[in-house]
């Protein structure tokens, strides 16, 4: 099993900045992705950044130029930087770690438990 323990979030004015961890331990294997998955209420969750061991990232377009993501592999943490944050980035964000045993198996998703992520005058 793996476990996701996420810190960080709370609440910050417009055009203020915040960050995330997420510190994922258990049976890692080493083709993995993290990342961070928002959803705000009565919308789907959607992606917001993730990162690979190579370090290749993906970002949600609304949060390209505003948001990055980056970890450290020897320790399985990840961390979200936002900045120029907006009302709408308001919903909790989950973080995720994608694993899978060799290429001839399904990836397995973890989920953290969630973080409010509040912006707000």
């Known amino acids: 099993q793996v476990r996701l323990v996420e810190s960080g979030g709370g609440l910050v004015q417009p055009g203020g900045s915040l960050g995330l961890s997420c510190a994922a331990s258990?049976?890692?294997?080493?083709?993995?992705?993290m990342g961070w998955y928002r959803q705000a209420p009565g919308k789907q969750r959607e992606l917001v950044a993730a990162i690979t061991v190579g370090r290749s990232t993906n970002y949600g377009d609304s949060v390209k130029g505003r948001f990055t993501i980056s970890r450290d592999n020897a320790k399985n943490t990840v961390w979200l930087q936002m900045n120029s944050l907006k009302p709408e980035d308001t919903a909790v964000y989950y973080c995720n770690l994608q694993t899978r045993h060799n290429p001839f198996t399904k990836y397995v998703d973890y989920w953290g438990q969630g973080t409010q992520v509040t912006v707000s005058s």
């Open positions: 258990g049976s890692i294997f080493s083709d993995n992705a």
